[in-house]
């Protein structure tokens, strides 16, 4: 729970500073805008700590029970697995890596097949019993359309600007995931040889990062120095795109949708049937 606490407070300083600019500018509907956001991450905030609107704690609504009963033998459901592997990543991730990435720091692969259904259950609970729960898996948003990115996972807990996909985003977040993913496992190991299934994963971002030439024994700090070079040539832009995105997300989509993404209309088949 500490990492989601953390990240909510985080999140609420920044747009307590993002509203005294605002003030300073007298942008009066940004500071609805923001003011909104910074409420509804407070709530989030509450549930996290059993606080309820009313300042009385373990009144809070209870959350539905999540629908994703399947568990593995460490006692995880697959939502608790989503979880573990996106907090280590911190940017929205495929199905895919997120097995890897659990494979490889936890208990095993996750099941991938439930990762659809777990979606939708997630955003019935949501509008179900809005902030019941302490973060919904979610995907992560396009920065164009506002609409869900296709097999891109992300966490409410993140700030919108962290879970919206621009053009270079993509490769933003293989860069960012090569520096949390190396961080990590020399974190895990120390100084003992790195396991078969982390040492496939980490190989895999050495051979598909620019500059990064080792034919030898995976070299973990070439594989960060690499990663940081190449994102410090495309963070600016990408951040760029991302926070007017999510200046537009904050203005058009309500709290569900902000979380779930827009839902859009299939406007040939609408000119079709009309």
Request: a negative charge.
């Amino acid at each position: 729970m500490d990492e989601h606490l953390v990240a909510l407070e985080k999140h609420m300083q920044q747009l307590q500073e993002a509203i005294r600019q605002a003030l300073t500018q007298h942008d009066s509907a940004q500071v609805d805008l923001l003011g909104e956001e910074l409420t509804r991450t407070q709530r989030a905030w509450n549930v996290l700590c059993g606080i309820s609107d009313s300042g009385s704690p373990d009144t809070v609504q209870s959350a539905p029970a999540p629908t994703d009963a399947e568990t593995v033998p460490s006692g995880l459901t697959v939502r608790d697995q989503v979880h573990q592997a996106l907090t280590l990543l911190t940017v929205p991730a495929s199905p895919k890596l997120l097995s890897q990435v659990h494979h490889a720091f936890f208990s095993g692969p996750l099941n991938t097949a439930r990762l659809t259904t777990l979606r939708r259950d997630e955003e019935r609970s949501f509008r179900s019993a809005p902030y019941a729960r302490a973060y919904y898996i979610c995907p992560a948003l396009t920065f164009d359309l506002l609409s869900p990115a296709r097999a891109l996972l992300a966490l409410s807990t993140w700030p919108l600007e962290q879970r919206l996909v621009g053009p270079l985003t993509q490769r933003v977040h293989f860069l960012t995931s090569a520096l949390r993913l190396a961080d990590a496992a020399e974190h895990l190991v120390g100084e003992t040889e790195l396991p078969q299934p982390l040492q496939q994963l980490l190989l895999h971002y050495s051979r598909n990062i620019h500059g990064d030439t080792t034919r030898g024994p995976l070299d973990l700090d070439a594989l960060r120095r690499a990663a940081a070079a190449e994102l410090e040539i495309h963070a600016d832009d990408d951040a760029d795109t991302r926070a007017e995105a999510a200046r537009r997300a904050r203005q058009q989509l309500g709290d569900a949708e902000q979380i779930f993404g827009n839902i859009l209309r299939n406007v040939s088949r609408l000119r079709r049937t009309s």
